[in-house]
């Protein structure tokens, strides 16, 4: 079988470095990391008692401990390793699976958990940062009228913001990341100029670069939190995980340029922030404040608070996006490799990058919401946020030591960083443990829910497959005569042009029975072309081909569509393309129409039949398998294949077909003949008799 390409597909042109490139950068990827200087230094203040407990040792080693898990986690791991394990662009955890899957079977485990717990998190993030930046607005007067004075205000303008931007993601990340690209320039270059500002007053707090004082800090009675600290620490990094995902929006090389722009920024932030809390920890108005005082607020000069709020207002709803559009990735992916039900995805704009599926949209939209209302405020939201990043890390650092081994790196130096990381990042998670308590289980519970969809639909698939008769799949070469007869006998109506049934080609000829049960027994098909088309996902995202064999005959085709997981796989397009392609070689005649609105049309007309198992009460498989086979069909019901495959707009039959499983039972209950005579002492329930009628 000869492939052939599809028409062809172009990469997101943002890829290559460019200040386009960069700008875009800045507006999807690195908002979540971005906003990270709202919270951390106020959760790390409340955590330890408040203001009048930040003694100068403990803040030089608090930002000690975020500038080096800034430059570990996320300069070293992430920047300079994560974002080489790329495939053909594309970034995240599954694209990072499909790299490495046929090392191991047991790979999908850490891919499934990292995916699922991604997703979770990037429930919280919407709702913790937008929520952390309207806080900022309440008491603040703006033209002597206070317009935020209460947090239930708070709540319904966090709501109002929340709901507006799932609302504008249908037109897609393209126009997003130039609005917010600029928008994320000047609130990085705010930050750092801030930072400088206040910095300024003591210089020496630099020293806290020193690992020394990270060091200190986590063994020294002033840290009344001990290593626990570390989950207020992580907050600086949570953003990491996005940026791997978010390659393929915007490209490896922007994200190189652009990362030392933001950590400096970032790092300037923290720094001015650690010198302001040392000059002012002695103030009792500030002290009275409590857990309302957040340093990064109080630390703006006056003149300029007002606007600081405002950009971290709009920095909040940016970094919402990066979780936003690194869902969407995810989720189609995971899709693509058969570990999700099939949802209905759009493409905004003319890069493949860049989707939108509305299912997810809702539903992030929906938990952001509940999140909200339920947690009220960001103090209590940062005690509960972090725990499933950690997880996602730790699952993402086992897959990049299979990437590294098979790029045939040192091993001894390979198992060497990779432990490295997983010791941090298992201190990590086992510090945001805490948070489980404390409204973490939420997030859980959701991350356990998804891992229960994807291990369904995996594996309820295999187990199907695995517990088929074989004698459920029959040779389509076998049947050749019967199709040939059955499309030229004109004692059946044609019934369509071409006949077409979605399905697998086992060994290149082997069909599963029910199909040439739907064509020759439920209703006799009569067409000029059977069509068998099978999808095939691969491992390049791009991939736009097709290969054809016709049996030796010109009425039966088997056409397998190589489609890369990126791809929307519009079949009914594809189709048409072979179909001309077809006639152009000579492997099928022309199908001139008589009666059409398009003049010298040769492609007839389509009819889609899609077959829909349900389980044969004669299965005989073990209870659990039966259960998992049973939740996958259930799940099937939600997702219509005719929308999946473009077929919307198509002719689409849908046919239910017994699926039988496992060994057929053989004590079945057997009418016995009788006559009427014999029959005269059977008692009959007259009730359910009428109820029948009814």
Known sequence: MEKTQLNSL????????????????????YGDIGTSPLYVMHSLMVGNGGLEKMSTDFILGSVSLIFWTLTLVTTIKYVLIALRADNR????????????????????IPAMIGGATFLADGMMTPAVTVTAAIEGLKGIEINNLVLISTQNQVIIVTVIILSTLFFIQRFGTQLIGRAFGPIMLIWFSFLG??????????????RALNPYYAFELLRSPINIRGVFILGSIFLATTGAEALYSDMGHVGRPNIYTSWPFVKVCLLLSYLGQAAWIIGVRDNHALQQMGSSMNPFYQSIPADFRLFGIFLSAMAAIIASQALISGSYTLVSEATKLRM??????????????????????????????????????????????????????LMTTILLHQWLLMKRANRFFTTVIISFFFIIESIFFVTNSSKFIHGAYI?????????IVMFVWRYGERLKDDNTFRSHFVSLLAFKHQLNDLRKDPSYPLYTT?????????????????????????????AQVYWFVTVNVTDEPYTAAYSVETFDTDYMVSVQLYLGFRVDQKVNVYLRQVVNDMMS?????????????????????????????????????????????????????????????????????????????????????????KDRSALKDIQIDDEIDDDDDE
């Not at 662009?89 to 079977?105: C, S, W």
């Not at 398998?625 to 939740?631: C, D, Q, T």
Request: charged share 20%; aromatic share 12%; proline share 5%.
């Open 498 to 526: 071409n006949l077409v049934y979605l399905t697998k080609i086992h060994d290149g000829y082997r069909i599963k029975k029910n199909i040439l049960y739907s064509i020759l027994d439920k209703r006799p098909k009569r």
């Open 10 to 29: 172009k990469n997101n042109p943002h890829s290559k470095m460019s200040i386009a490139g960069f700008l875009i950068a800045l507006g999807i990827v």
């Open 585 to 673: 070689n000579g492997e099928i005649k022309p199908q001139p129409q008589k009666y059409t609105t398009i003049p010298d049309r040769e492609v007839g007309d389509f009819s889609f039949v899609i077959i829909k198992e349900v389980i044969s009460p004669d299965t005989k498989i073990s209870s659990l398998n039966k259960s998992i086979i049973n939740m996958r069909l259930i799940l099937q019901k939600f997702i219509s294949p005719a929308t999946w495959f473009g077929l919307s707009y198509s002719d689409v039959v849908e046919e239910r077909v017994p699926l039988v499983l496992g060994k057929v039972s053989l004590n079945r209950l057997r009418l016995v003949r």
């Open 193 to 206: 100029v801030v930072g400088i500002f206040n910095l300024s007053s003591d210089w020496t707090i630099i």
């Open 443 to 451: 997030t859980m519970f959701i991350a356990a829910l998804l891992i």
């Open 89 to 108: 662009g594309e970034g995240g955890i599954f694209a990072l699976y499909t790299l490495v899957r046929k090392r191991a079977k047991w790979l999908i």
């Open 340 to 393: 999700f039900p099939r949802l209905k995805t759009y493409y905004p704009t003319n890069f493949k990058g860049q989707l939108y599926i509305p299912t997810v949209n809702s539903i992030i939209w929906v938990v952001c919401l509940f999140i909200v209302f339920f947690f009220k405020t960001s103090e209590n939201m940062s005690n509960a946020y972090g725990l499933e990043i950690t997880i996602t890390m």
